[in-house]
Every structure is written in C-alpha cells, then in structure tokens.
C-alpha cells in the first residue's frame, strides 16, 4: 500500500472566509460533550477534504490552529460567516464510513465528544504513519503528452526511460537505477528533460518479522463436531451464510468445544472473502488459540498493549488494506479499521477487562454488538458463566442462545470440593495458608505425576500491617486503601496509585512496637509451598512477576512441559488455560471478593470460581477442584461447586430485580473528585440539586415524568483515592433513553468549577 502526498499543500493560509464557498465540512475536536463545527472547504482543498479525515483549523479564542476530525460534507451553508479550513492532515480517511457511524453512536451513549472518542480510537502509528517512509518514485510521462519536439536523451537516459515505460507504473528511484543498471545521475535528467516525474509516495518500512512473533500455525486436526456443537453450528452457519446482524449468546461450559465453534464460523467468512474479528480479554493467555487461527483461518493480526507506534500503525494499514483475514485483540481492537468484516467474537463475554476505566468509558461487548448491527453482520458471545446483562438479552430475544451443556469427549466436569475454613484450619502453630486438607490433595495429585494449579487473587506478601501496641494501619498516603507488603522488593505499595514506602521496623504512630505483617498474598503463598513441598518446582503468576512481555508465554510453556508443577497465582491463572494434565486446582480464598461494597461481587465471585474450575480434568486424566472459604453455604461458593449457573443466575437475577439493579434497570454513575474535599462537596450537591430539579420539570416523551432514581450525592466507597476526595452519583431508570435525556439536560449546564473534575460513567462495571 502506498499513498501519494500532497508537499504543496504544506504552505500555511490565512483562514479568511470564502464568500464563495460552497461546500462545508463539520469539524469535531478532542473535548468533552461538544458539538461538531462548520469550516468553509476552500476551493484548493476540494479534492483532499473527506469524511474520516484530520484537518487543521482556525479555532477558539485567537483562532489557533487546532486539529480536529472531518466528521460530515455539505452543501448547505450554515447561515453565517464560517472560517475556512486551513489543511487536511491525512491522504486517506482513517476511519470507514461504519466506524464513523459507531463512534458517533458512542459519543452520544457515553456521553463524550465525538472527538474525543475519534481521538481515543485511531492509534498514534496510524495517525502519524509511522512504519511508513517517503520514498520517491518514478512516473514516465505518456509519449502523447511529451513536449514536441521530443528532448534528445543520451543513450543511458534512453535506456532508464525504456526501463521506466516496460515497468508500465510508477518505480522507485533507486530500484530503476537498479533495473536500468545506471547511477540516479541519468533518472534525474529524465525528470529535468520533461519525460518523467517525480512522485513521492509513502511505503510500509516496517519489518513484520521485526515485530512481535506470532506463534507457529498449528495444523489443528479438524475435529467431527459432536452432538451438541453440530446443533448449534446448525444454527449458526445459515446465519453466516446469509450475513445480516443476529446475535448469538454461546452458553458452553468451559472444555464444551466454544472455540471449536468460533474457528468454524471464521473459516466460514474468510471463505466468503470477510474477514473476522475475534475480541479476547487478555491477549497473553491465548498463544493456542491464535496458532489455531494460522493453521486454519489466513492470516492473522494480533492486536496488544506491547505494540510499538510503528507496529501497530503497519497492522492498522494492513487491516484497513484489507490484507489480514483475522484480527486478534483486547478491547480497542473492537476499532479495527477491517472493510469488509463478515463475523465478530467475543470470548468471554463476561470479563471485566472490556471495559475501558477511562475516558471514554465504553464497554468493548456492548460497542462490538452495535458494530455488527451497523455493518450488518452476525457476532457471537461466548462465555461458560455469561454477565447477567448478556444472559438478561437472551432472555429478552434479543440474543440468540446456543447452549454446550457438557463437555467435548464425555469429558465430566471436575469435582468441586469446599474446605470449611472454620473448621478445616489447624488452630496452633504458626497461619498457614493451606488447610491440611488442600495440603494433602496437592501431594497425592503430584505424587500421582499430575499438576497442581492454586489461585490466590492477591498479590504481594502481606495484605495487612499493623501495630498491635496503638491499632495504626499502614495505609496508603493518598487513597483510603491499606498498603500491602512486597517481600522481595522490600516495600510497601498502594495497588491503586503505586504509592510506595519502605516497611517501617517500629509503628510509625506510638514508636513502641515493631509493626505486625498479617494477610495472605501470592508471595507468602509461594513461600509456604516453597517450604513444604521441597522437590518439587513452583512457579507464580501475577502482575509483579509477568511485567516482561513474553513472559506469560515462556512460564506457560514451561508449565505444559510439565518443568512447573505448581503454578500459582492471581486471576490470570483462571482464564482460558487448558492444560490436560492438571488434576487439581485449589482456591486459596474463595470470599476475597464477596463482601466487596459492588452489587456484581456475588456474580464476579461465582465467575472466577466457575472459570478456574474449569482449568481442572481437562484431559483423560480427570481432576478435582477445592475450595477454602468461611463462606460455603453463600450461593457464589455454594452454586459454582456444583456447576449450576442457572440456579446462581435465577438467584441473583431476584436479587437484582428487587433492589433495580442492572440488568434490570439502567444505570449510569457520576463521580465528582477534587483535591479539595469542600469543593469536592459542593458541587456535588449543587450538582444533586440540578438533577432533581430537572426531574420535577422533565417529561418523557409521552407526557409522563422521568422514571429516573437519583442516588447520592455520597462519598464513595474509596473515598480518597490518588489524593483526591471522591463523593459520587447513581442514576437508575428502567430505560436508558431516560436517561440519557436526564444527563443530556444537566451536564451541559453543570458549570465544573476548575479545581474539581466530573467524570460520566455509562453502564458502570466499578463502583468503588
Ligand atoms: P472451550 O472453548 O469451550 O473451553 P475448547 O474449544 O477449547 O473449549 O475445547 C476443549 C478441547 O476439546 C480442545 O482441545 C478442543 O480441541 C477439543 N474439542 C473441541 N471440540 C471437540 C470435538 N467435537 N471432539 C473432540 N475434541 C474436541
Ligand atoms: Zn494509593
């Protein structure tokens, strides 16, 4: 792929209006709830100015030149004096037609500006091109439009020129100097004599094999889909066949052959001549599933957070050229420039890593099913343990569920013990993290030659350090959050802003005592296993010893080989893992998330349990799974023992309904936050004040008032956080249109003062 620039366009003009004009292009810029604005497209920008495209503008006060998106053409003039755009920054739109649509669709439900989200959306490397060079080339000049009568040329020029003309395209310089086996002397005479032109013309610089590599294509044997999978391809492959937006929830236990599923329907498309975009949570933990793409579906691209500008830039254009079948990624992958996408997946649909925590807030699932209603193609949902919002559409009709109740081969689903700590711990002695119970079922897995994976869900050594002389707590010197104690880096750390301090010897209150290191975190687990188990390898896995990229990869490819026979770690060990040789996995602490103040702690719980179970008795061998916890008889413990989503499902789903929880209703959250609390405070209640009063005055489009619950304002749960004082807002309404028309009447009023900051969060998935 190669683009022409324009140099002559880099001159700079004055931005006076052009009576004249007569077309007109709407402009939006990378700032919060705002309108788009209307430029005068001057008569030499004609053939550059198109929609998707960056421009420079006159803007603000003084008209500084600021960038912005071309976001629509016109012909109608606005009705008043308009400035004219000054340049258009890009050759070609960087975004299709349909992801204009999708993110003018976002800016509206997330309540953003269109710009900012443009702006959040088109990576650096494709903005700024990098991976790409200006590179000159060669263009001969047709023999009718020669100047007559024809320039004599020395032989040399004679034979660069017939080079040239056999090539019948623009060439290189360097590669016709090459070609013509002359120096660049001749070539540039060519140019001084009229016969040819110089065009300059960007080209890809960057190496594919210098960036990431990509696991080997693996020759995946194609399986015979079993009972339960041909019933739902059944369903699925008409639907592919056809194209047209449906969505399809695929409700499969974990090892019920989902993945077996999506690469049918890939495979399908690609045969059509789409292309397919495959959304995960975390790119690192599906090295098998992308050999399997190479090996049978073309070629892939996998997008992730170690990219550099001028990787992820080439992997833009490549996509956008149309030349990758696959697109792998996280999140914002949902944005990848594909043209003609024939299918989306989203596997594990219920993770919470698809919500992006800044600005824009959008929810990549939620994103992802309106691309496919606007490009008007299938998607399909795969999870073991769908979100209640997904289940919710489902239910509705709005999805169509597919479900794998069991698992491929007759394979059961591992048994789930609970450890009661209660009872099970030994009460003297020194804390142990493992009940003698789970202690025993590790040695007997190992001695049996199988592998033992435990989650721990917390990182660090100890989770709690304190003065057993005054009560003090280490906590965090800019957020209401305890620090937590990292051995081998000596220090303490806040998990929420990276504060860290060195551990104290005395309490730093009453200097009496020396503090106390209490709580359980993956390092002091591995220690405890370290010690016990001698002869035996132990590897961890959590965001402190997983920082290199890569590293995920090697540990698990050690792990496969069978070199690690424990592997503990955070949630990261839970998910998508398939390891045939693991006979037991252990949850060190089932409760560490239950009593979170969040209405999603019971489901997120039930989740994890579900999918670390799911890592066991994946292969002939079988295996079991234990669970400690002090809460066995809590439905999130109780109900992913026994594998009965639907139970849990129809338990919380009363719970939600009776307290207007999502799915049930809408809601949308408000956080007000400033370094200063009284400030912070104030305008939260001005700000409360606004929306009930809008609520008395607002009616609903048939005449009724507003069905909105106006929650707060309350200081949140983590009420400092970063060092800033965080007070916050739900809004609850059966509909969100509702509430969208509440938001839309306030916010643009709500004048914030400049020390405080409000942010919108749409959906909320954190409610701290
Ligand atoms: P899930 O995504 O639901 O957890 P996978 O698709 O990873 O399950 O399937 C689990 C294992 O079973 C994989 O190794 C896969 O190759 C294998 N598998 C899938 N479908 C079948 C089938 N019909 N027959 C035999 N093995 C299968
Ligand atoms: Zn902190």
Not at 547 to 576: D, W, Y
Not at 617 to 646: F, M
Not at 738 to 753: F, S
Request: aromatic share 6%; glycine share 8%.
């Amino acid at each position: 792929m190669s683009q022409i620039t324009h140099p002559e366009l880099f001159e700079e003009l004055g931005a006076s209006a052009d009576q004249t004009a007569d077309l007109f292009a709407e402009v939006v810029f990378d700032r919060p709830l705002d309108h788009a604005y209307s430029y005068a497209v001057p008569q030499r920008l004609r053939d550059d100015i198109a929609v998707g495209k960056r421009v420079q503008v006159p803007f603000g006060k003084g008209d500084r030149t600021t960038v912005g998106y071309c976001v629509h053409l016109g012909t109608t003039a606005p009705g008043r004096a308009v400035k004219e755009l000054v340049r258009v920054l890009d050759d070609e739109p960087l975004l299709s037609p349909n992801l204009m649509r999708l993110t003018r669709w976002m800016a509206d439900y997330y309540l953003c500006g269109w710009g900012q989200i443009l702006n959040a959306v088109v990576p650096a490397g494709a903005k700024d091109q990098s991976g790409t060079r200006a590179t000159v080339f060669l263009d001969a000049i047709p023999e009718a439009d020669l100047p007559q009568p024809p320039p004599r040329l020395t032989p040399r020029q004679s034979a660069a020129l017939d080079a040239l003309r056999q090539q019948g395209k623009p060439v290189e310089l360097r590669r016709l100097a090459k070609l013509a086996k002359c120096g660049t002397r001749p070539i540039e005479g060519l140019v001084e004599k009229g016969v040819a032109r110089r065009l300059v013309r960007r080209i890809e610089s960057f190496d594919p094999a210098a960036g990431h590599a990509l696991p080997e294509p693996a020759e995946a044997a194609r399986v015979e889909l079993n009972a339960d999978q041909q019933r739902a391809w059944a369903v699925l492959e008409p639907a592919l066949r056809q194209g047209g937006f449906q969505a399809f929830l695929l409700y499969g236990v974990t090892g019920s052959g989902k993945t077996e599923l999506y690469l049918r329907a890939i495979e399908e498309v690609v045969r059509q001549g789409k292309e397919a975009l495959v959304l995960v949570p975390e790119i690192s933990l599906t090295p098998q599933t992308i050999q399997c793409f190479r090996g049978r579906c073309g070629e892939v691209a996998v997008l992730h957070s170690h990219l550099g500008n001028a990787e992820r830039g080439t992997h833009w254009r490549r996509i956008a050229g149309g030349q990758v079948q696959v697109v792998v990624g996280a999140r914002s992958a949902v944005f990848a420039p594909s043209r003609r996408l024939g299918l989306i997946v989203i596997d594990e649909e219920h993770e919470s890593t698809f919500k992006q925590e800044a600005t824009p807030r959008y929810h990549a699932r939620d994103v992802a099913v309106m691309r496919a209603r606007l490009e008007g193609i299938p998607i399909i949902l795969g999870s073991a343990t769908p979100s209640l919002e997904t289940w919710h559409n489902a239910e509705r009709g709005q999805y169509t569920r597919l479900t794998l109740p069991s698992r491929v081969l007759d394979r059961p689903l591992p048994q789930v013990g609970l450890i009661d700590l209660r009872h099970d711990r030994p009460h003297n002695g020194p804390f142990r993290a493992l009940s003698p119970g789970l202690e025993s079922a590790m040695r007997h897995a190992l001695g049996g030659g199988g592998q033992v994976i435990l989650l721990l869900n917390r990182r660090g050594f100890s989770t709690h350090i304190h003065c057993p002389g005054c009560g003090h707590v280490a906590s965090c010197k800019f957020c209401d959050l305890a620090l937590t104690f990292h051995r081998e880096r000596d220090v303490m750390l806040c998990h929420h802003c990276g504060y860290e301090q060195g551990p104290p010897k005395l309490c730093p209150k009453c200097s009496q005592v020396p503090v106390r290191y209490q709580g359980l975190g993956t390092e002091k687990l591995e220690a405890e296993i370290q010690e016990r188990f001698q002869g035996f390898t132990v590897r961890r896995m959590d965001s402190d010893t997983m920082r290199r990229p890569g590293s995920h990869a090697r540990l698990l490819a050690q792990f496969r080989r069978g070199e690690v026979h424990i592997l503990l770690g955070t949630q990261m060990i839970a998910k998508g893992l398939d390891f045939p040789n693991v006979t037991l996995v252990g949850v060190v602490n089932a409760d560490m998330g239950l009593h979170l103040p969040d209405f999603r702690a019971a489901e997120r719980t039930f989740q994890l349990l579900a999918q670390v179970s799911g890592r066991a008795g994946r292969g002939p061998r079988g295996g079991r799974v234990l669970v400690q916890t002090y809460n066995p008889e809590h439905p999130s413990i109780a109900l992913a023992a026994t594998h009965d989503y639907l139970r849990f499902v129809a338990i919380e789903t009363a719970h939600r309904k009776a307290h207007k929880y999502p799915p049930y209703q809408r809601m949308a959250r408000l956080i007000v936050r400033s370094r200063a609390q009284q400030e912070a405070g104030d305008f939260a209640n001005r700000l409360a004040i606004g929306f009930r009063t809008a609520l008395e005055r607002l009616k609903g489009p048939d005449g009724a008032p507003l069905e909105v619950r106006v929650l707060g304002p309350a200081e949140a749960p983590v009420f400092r956080l970063k060092g800033y004082y965080r007070f916050h807002f739900q809004l609850q309404s059966p509909s969100p249109a509702t509430l969208h028309q509440l938001l839309r009447a306030v916010l643009p009023g709500a004048r914030t003062p400049s020390h405080v900051e409000l942010t919108v969060d749409v959906d909320p998935l954190d409610m701290l």
